[in-house]
Structure formats: structure tokens, C-alpha cells
């Protein structure tokens, strides 16, 4: 990029910026950042400008930048939830592709600021994260970089169960319409005899893990919970950040090059897909659905999750405007199973329970085996991968040292898998 284009890049920034503060938003002090498209795919596989070195990173990466060099796939821009804010714009973009960038980023952090998910997140993650990654290059020169490498193998197949950061919820003038037991992000209270957080219980009390190997984990959980609101509000934000770039840019003076090169850009990020649900697109259609009532629309963005937004939002005729089913494999053939617009849309919601991931929980098991540990899966109609299950159980089981033992539902009955010394076993409980 030369310095002519630099200079209508910053023009247009300043333009787009104002444009966005008189619709009403209120992201943070932006940093923009151009950059080749190595360093771009290098922040995306490692979720952040500076995180710890791990191979599955790496591995990423190289997945990603083969389907970038392919043209199977371009990531336009990242963008980082921080005080300031850091957006990061593919150098080989074009001015136009820039500027619709610039108006996406600066909605999404409009909505990494107001969102009640996000309202405990550590605004300085970055700084944070580098303090991380030097702490723990330090134990790799301390242990040996194969030890180290080996703990993050184990730990990060786990470092996901931990209990989400609870938000600080927002008050509201009495009369505003707000149903407040109709919000929130779903999952479930603890049952009986349940410890939420298993990242947290494995640092609390496991009986083999040593002082470096805990503070990995303690890293790890706090990397996870800066994440969580994100996996938590996935549909929103994409929509929420890509309902404004088309407002933004339609009040932009375009050439009419540029308005044809917007509409390619915008249909391609929008496009239906058969088998997968695009994020940008259904988030979309549910805020422009609520278009004409702007105090509706920011109290959304505030207010809810995406469990939440979809319970509320997406209607029948949402439903039918975006030919949204069921399908199912069945025998190895692809078919649509149901229609029905309730079902669709619950469906949808039981996907987004828990950031979409399995609920995995720590419990007080009553049978033989005192302490190991017993882990209970709050099952939502979602069978645990079998092949994936019984490999993490070994390596939970290297985190705990003893014995460990998992309650999940297999092909609709209650099924207890257990790691030994000699492998994992399962049986049916009665």
C-alpha cells in the first residue's frame, strides 16, 4: 500500500468513524494495523497478537494459510477484544474492501464494549496474554520444552470446562419491556452434588501436579474465560458487526466500481450455505427484523445472549425467509427431517447452550474409588464424540492421577466410562 492510498484509508476511517457515532455507537479507541497475510493467519490460529507457542497453533495456521494461497478461503480482517481495540486489515485488500472492514470492526467493538457478556472481560488481554506466553517460555527453559509441551497436549483438552464468567447484568427503567426471565445464556443450574468448573477443581486438588503445572492451568483458565462471551454471543456479534457495515456504507459516497465491488463483498460474506448456518447472515436477518425501533435494537445488543436472542427473535417468518431446517444423515443420505418453525428454532437454541460446547462438571461420586475423579455431562440431546472421549480420559487422567470416571448418555441410555491404569471401560448403569 502506498501512501496515497494510506492517506484515503485514514480519510475514510475518519469518515466511517463519524458515521458510526451518529448512528449511536460506542466502540473503543481503535488501533488499525495492515498487515501480509502470514501475520494475519499467524493471530488467527493463535486467537490473539501474542499467546503461547503450541504445535496445534501451528497446525492451524498451516491450515488456514493453504486455503488462503488455494482461494478457498480469505480472512478479510481480525479484530481483538482490548482497550484499545486492535483491528487488523489484509494488505492486499482494496480501498473499498478496507472501508467495509472498517465500519464491521468498529461494530464489533461497539459490541465488545456494551454487551453484558463481555462486562468482565480483562480489557488489556493482549498485554496479558504476552505476560502468559513469556511465563511460560520460562518454564519450558526451567522443565524442558518437551515436558511443557506435553502438559499443554493434556491440558488443553480440558481447558475449556471451566465455569463462564457471570456478567454484570444491566438495570433497566421499570416499564421498558425488558423480560428478564427470558434472558440469559441458558445451561442449566447445577445439579446436586455438582462442582461447576473442572479446570479450577484439577488446579484446587489434584494430588500430582506441581507449582508450574498449576499455574499453566490457572493461565489457561483465565484465557478461556477472556474467550467464553465470544463463543457465547457468535450469531450477535457477526450480525450485529455486519447490520452496520450495510449502514454505514450506504451512507457512504460510493463510485459506482466500488458499489458493485460492496454488493459482491457483502453477498459473499451473506450467502446461504446448505449445510451450515452462516452467523453473519441469521444475525443479520434477526437485527434487521428489528429495524424501526433503534432503543430495541441497543438494548438487544446489551442485553442477551444468543440462546437468548434467538428464543425471542427469530420468528416464523424469519424462519421460512431463510429456509431453515433439520437435516440428519441418514444411512449416509443427506435429508431434511423437519420444517416446523418451533423446532427449527429451538433446535437452534439448544446448539448455542453453552457457547456450544458439551457441559462437562465435576460431582461427588458415591460408588468405590475414593479419590478419584468423577466428571458428569450435562446431555442435551448431543452424544459425546466416543473416539475423542476415550482419548481425553487418559490424558484428564495424567492431570488427576487417579482414576477417572465419566456419566454421559450413549444411544439414549445412561452410559459410565471409566480410565484405569489399563485403559478406558464402559457400562450401562442401570
Known amino acids: 500500500m502506498d501512501r496515497q492510498e494510506r492517506l484515503a484509508l485514514e480519510r475514510a476511517v475518519e469518515q466511517i468513524s463519524e458515521k458510526a457515532e451518529s448512528f449511536g455507537l460506542r466502540p473503543f479507541t481503535m488501533h488499525y494495523e495492515i498487515c501480509p ?3 494475519i493467519y499467524a493471530v488467527g490460529a493463535y486467537g490473539m497478537p501474542t499467546r503461547f507457542s503450541h504445535w496445534s497453533f501451528g497446525k492451524a495456521f498451516q491450515r488456514m494459510k493453504m486455503q488462503y494461497d488455494t482461494g478457498l478461503n480469505k480472512i ?17 485488500n482494496t480501498l473499498l474492501q478496507n472501508k467495509v472492514i472498517v465500519a464491521h470492526v468498529l461494530a464489533h467493538s461497539d459490541f465488545f464494549r456494551n454487551n453484558v457478556y463481555f462486562s468482565t472481560t480483562p480489557r488489556d488481554m493482549v498485554e496479558r496474554m504476552a505476560v502468559y506466553a513469556e511465563r511460560i517460555r520460562r518454564y519450558e527453559l526451567q522443565h524442558g520444552q518437551d515436558a511443557v509441551e506435553a ?6 483438552v480440558i481447558h475449556e470446562h471451566v465455569a463462564p464468567p457471570s456478567p454484570v447484568r444491566p438495570r433497566f427503567p421499570e416499564g421498558s419491556g425488558t423480560d428478564r426471565k427470558k434472558r440469559g445464556s441458558g445451561g442449566g443450574r447445577p445439579e446436586d452434588g455438582e462442582k461447576e468448573d473442572v479446570v479450577q477443581h484439577l488446579i484446587d486438588h489434584s494430588p500430582v501436579l506441581e507449582d508450574w503445572q498449576r499455574d499453566i492451568l490457572a493461565m489457561l483458565r483465565e484465557e478461556m474465560r477472556y474467550f467464553w462471551p465470544q463463543l457465547e454471543t457468535k450469531i450477535m456479534n457477526e450480525g450485529w458487526a455486519t447490520y452496520w ?8 459516497e460510493l463510485t459506482p466500481e466500488e458499489a458493485v465491488e460492496f454488493a459482491r463483498m457483502h453477498s459473499q460474506v451473506t450467502q446461504r450455505s446448505p449445510r451450515t448456518l452462516n452467523p453473519y447472515r441469521l444475525g443479520l436477518a434477526v437485527f434487521e427484523s428489528l429495524e424501526g425501533d433503534e432503543e430495541r435494537l441497543f438494548e438487544v445488543r446489551e442485553v442477551d445472549s444468543d440462546v437468548s436472542f434467538l428464543r425471542n427473535y427469530l420468528t416464523k417468518e424469519l424462519v421460512e425467509a431463510e429456509d431453515l431446517y433439520i437435516w440428519e444423515n441418514v444411512r449416509g443420505e443427506l435429508k431434511v427431517t423437519d420444517r416446523d418453525w418451533k ?20 460431582w461427588e461420586g458415591e460408588e468405590d474409588g475414593p479419590g478419584d475423579l468423577w466428571l458428569r455431562h450435562r446431555y442435551e440431546g448431543v452424544e459425546l464424540d466416543g473416539r475423542h472421549l476415550k482419548k481425553a480420559l487418559v490424558q484428564v487422567r495424567r492431570l488427576w492421577g487417579r482414576d477417572v470416571h465419566l ?17 478406558v471401560q464402559s457400562k450401562v448403569l442401570e
Open 37 to 39: 497475510a502470514d501475520v
Open 76 to 92: 478479510y480482517e481480525l479484530v481483538v477484544n482490548n482497550d484499545p481495540c486492535y483491528a487488523f486489515l489484509l494488505e492486499s
Open 151 to 156: 502438559f499443554l497436549d493434556d491440558a488443553l
Open 245 to 252: 457495515h450495510l449502514r454505514i456504507m450506504r451512507e457512504m
Open 343 to 362: 423446532r427449527v428454532r429451538d433446535t437452534l437454541v439448544a446448539q448455542r447452550v453453552h457457547g456450544g460446547l458439551p457441559t462437562i462438571v465435576v
Open 407 to 423: 456419566d454421559t448418555v450413549v444411544d439414549g441410555r445412561p452410559v459410565r466410562f471409566t480410565c484405569r491404569k489399563d485403559g
